[in-house]
């Protein structure tokens, strides 16, 4: 099958690449890099000639409300109706769990990506998946001071490459549809744990982390599957463990 990637640049659309060409698939990468803006729709119609399906992992570097919006508003309207006058068969796109219960500046964007996919022609999947094992890393960079404080959250982490299987799995061989099971890690664990093993492994700078209680559902395993689902088997510790870091 002939399958487009958008956000095939990225983090989880590098694995995603990978994993439709080891599938025997050709992925067509979406991305300012090969030619095709999302936010503009420059590239979009020409890059779907003759596609079969869209994965969608695109994404923006953000924790402002308006610019997550108005990212997942204009790609997700481009997206889905360049797929449609291409004639794709259907659209994978994948989502967070819990994304509409923790009120996050992102994740409304997110919200809104999910809203636009529900309201296209093109036959849709949407996969909410638990934060991958890099998350602990995410949150500190994004912490300054000589203390991180770090939110008291329990989360699922799963592998971004077993995420990507699962994408391709969908979009090759499933039919479309709607709302997929919840996709998880195998463990449930605790952020500040995480960070601080992170840290000790030498994967990021060194100082003390400090639990942060935050009220409302980000404490309250607002961010854990709520149904049944696929999980992962990549634990959070292997990850570390296959860091190069790891061994510093």
Do not use: C
Not at 31 to 58: C, H, K, P, Q, Y
Not at 161 to 186: F, I, K, N, S, T
Not at 214 to 229: A, D, F
């Amino acid at each position: 099958m002939k399958i487009a990637v958008a956000g095939g640049t990225g983090l989880t659309g590098r694995h995603v690449v990978r994993a439709l060409t080891a599938a025997g698939h050709e992925p067509i990468t979406l991305a300012r890099a090969e030619g095709v803006d999302l936010v503009t729709g420059a590239g979009l119609d020409a890059a779907l000639t003759g596609a079969d399906a869209v994965i969608d992992v695109s994404n923006v570097s953000t924790m402002k409300r308006d610019v997550a919006v108005a990212f997942f508003d204009k790609a997700g309207r481009n997206l889905a109706g360049a797929a449609d006058r291409a004639g794709v068969r259907r659209l994978v796109t994948l989502s967070i769990v819990g994304v509409e219960v923790v009120k996050n500046p992102y994740y409304a964007g997110k919200i809104r990506q999910e809203e636009i996919v529900r309201e296209g022609r093109v036959p849709w999947t949407i996969l909410r998946a638990t934060q991958f094992h890099e998350f602990a890393g995410q949150l500190l960079s994004g912490l300054p001071g000589p203390v991180a404080l770090v939110p008291t959250m329990k989360t699922q982490p799963i592998a971004v490459r077993e995420v990507a299987r699962a994408l391709v799995d969908v979009a090759a061989g499933q039919p479309p549809q709607g709302m997929a099971p919840e996709l998880a890690g195998p463990h449930v664990e605790s952020m500040v744990t995480m960070t601080r093993r992170l840290i000790a492994a030498g994967g990021a700078r060194r100082r003390p982390v400090l639990p942060l209680w935050l009220p409302g559902p980000m404490s309250t395993g607002g961010l854990l599957p709520t149904t049944p689902g696929p999980r992962g088997t990549a634990t959070f510790d292997e990850w570390l463990a296959a860091r190069s870091y790891a061994n510093n």
